[in-house]
Antibody
């Protein structure tokens, strides 16, 4: 089955760290750039970060630059988002989403995981 | 930064009727626009990309049009499962993905 499955969300204190994972199945993982998109409770969608199919290029939204690190392991078909210096405004459902191509160019997202909730609160 | 503005914020339509949702970009994005559907508690689903190309498995009652700065998503005959929130997204400029604020499609 073609799917993305996120994990790793939870409750973390401000200033803390968390690592999200996204397991891919059913498609040739390294052929696609991968993204994280988040959605704060009751709000719209905000793109967070993208990584190329090879893993050699990454790009971040200004709101997370310097605090979040995106990586991938193509041999395991896994995507990771290391989040540090977390703030209350990072509270959201985090979705991994597949770009339609392999490179880091802006693109539509044709596959989404079910999301994992991250809550930053003391 | 490109700003995407969707209208209306809420649209109330009866089942079987046509729904027309609008999305405007603050500057030209050519045809680099996608539409997504999101139901409560679910992830977004890609409906349209390239402004007018239906994604795999999307019913023909969904159609997209427009280019430049003005775009439209039309649902020709609303089914019960179509009531959801719809987002447009530009992927022409960095930041790569500017989403609109969404249009909630309600049952009238």
């Amino acid at each position: 089955e073609v799917q993305l499955l996120e994990s790793g969300g939870g409750l973390v204190q401000p200033g803390g760290s968390l690592r999200l994972s996204c397991a891919a199945s059913g498609f040739f993982f390294s052929s696609y750039a991968m993204n994280w998109v988040r959605q704060a409770p009751g709000k719209g969608l905000e793109w967070v970060s993208v990584i190329s199919g090879s893993g050699g290029s990454t790009y971040y939204a200004d709101s997370v630059k310097g605090r979040f690190t995106l990586s991938r392991d193509n041999s395991k078909k896994m995507l990771y988002l290391q989040m540090s210096s977390l703030r209350a405004e990072d509270t959201a459902v985090y979705y991994c989403a597949r770009s339609m191509g392999a490179t880091i160019i802006p693109d539509a997202f044709d596959m989404w995981g079910q999301g994992t909730m991250v809550t930053v609160s003391s | 930064e490109i700003i995407m503005t969707q209208s209306p914020a809420t649209l109330s339509v009866s089942p079987g009727e046509r729904a027309t949702l609008s999305c405007r970009a603050s500057q030209s994005i050519s045809s680099n626009l996608a539409w997504y559907q999101q139901k409560p508690g679910q992830a977004p689903r890609l409906l349209i990309y390239g402004a007018s190309t239906r994604a795999t498995g999307i019913p023909a009652r969904f159609s997209g049009s427009g280019s430049g700065t003005e775009f439209t998503l039309t649902i020709s005959s609303l089914q019960s499962e179509d009531f959801a929130v719809y987002y447009c997204q530009q992927y022409n400029n960095w930041p790569p993905d500017s989403f609109g604020q969404g249009t909630k499609l309600d049952i009238k």
